[in-house]
Nanobody, 115 residues
């Protein structure tokens, strides 16, 4: 059984920073992909950033240069460092693990950026 648990959300002023963490536990296999998605009210869930277990990463255009994704394979944990936050970054942020063709989602963590 695989579990994915996010932490680190909260309320921050525009221009501030937050760091999200996501830990996967259970039967974890490599290679895999861990990623962050977000869903704002009334909008579809969208990819924010993803990173392969070998280290290759990609970002949504809206966050390039502001967000950094990283991972610790020994801990099966992925991080999202979010800098220069904007009100439009407000959303529920979800972590996803993709391995062996299956997706495992976390429960989500709220990020609210005030103007």
């Amino acid at each position: 059984q695989v579990q994915v648990v996010e932490s680190g959300g909260g309320l921050v002023q525009a221009g501030g920073s937050l760091r999200l963490s996501c830990a996967a536990s259970g039967n974890i296999f490599s290679p895999n992909v861990m990623g962050w998605y977000r869903q704002a009210p009334g909008k579809q869930r969208e990819l924010v950033a993803a990173i392969v277990s070998l280290g290759t990463s990609n970002y949504a255009d809206a966050v390039k240069g502001r967000f950094t994704i990283s991972r610790d394979n020994a801990k099966n944990t992925v991080y999202l460092q979010m800098n220069s936050l904007k009100p439009e970054d407000t959303a529920v942020y979800y972590c996803k693990l993709l391995q062996l063709g299956r997706n495992y989602w976390g429960q989500g963590t709220q990020v609210t950026v005030s103007s």
